[in-house]
Nanobody, 124 residues
Framework: QVQLVESGGGLVQAGGSLRLSCAAS????????MGWFRQAPGKVREFVAG????????YYADFVKGRFTISRDNAKNTVYLQMNSLKPEDTAVYYC?????????????????WGQGTQVTVSS
């Protein structure tokens, strides 16, 4: 049974930082492309960042470039999202996702497995 468990969310002031973690089990983590998505109330789930199986290639949404960094530790079966310079508009539930095969990383339909999400709230 595949499990992706996010942690690290919380309440932070604008300009602050948070580091999200996603611990994976039940899958060959080192073969999976991993992604972070977010969903704000009343909005569709959107791509935030992605990383290939080896960690050599990363992808970012334009609105987080220069502020967020995705990384992974295959020895720990964990993917991370370091979020700096947070803004109130970054407030959302953040989800981690994984997939084994496929050409893309930005679409929700590309992913096979999802975590339950972790809330990030940025106050102004």
């Amino acid at each position: 049974q595949v499990q992706l468990v996010e942690s690290g969310g919380g309440l932070v002031q604008a300009g602050g930082s948070l580091r999200l973690s996603c611990a994976a089990s039940g899958l060959t983590f080192s073969s999976n492309t991993m992604g972070w998505f977010r969903q704000a109330p009343g909005k569709v789930r959107e791509f935030v960042a992605g990383i290939d199986w080896g960690g050599g290639t990363t992808y970012y949404a334009d609105f987080v470039k220069g502020r967020f960094t995705i990384s992974r530790d295959n020895a720990k079966n964990t993917v991370y999202l370091q979020m700096n310079s947070l803004k109130p508009e970054d407030t959302a539930v953040y989800y981690c996702a994984g997939r084994l095969y496929g050409p893309g990383v930005r679409g929700t339909s590309e992913y096979d497995h999802w975590g339950q999400g972790t809330q990030v709230t940025v106050s102004s």
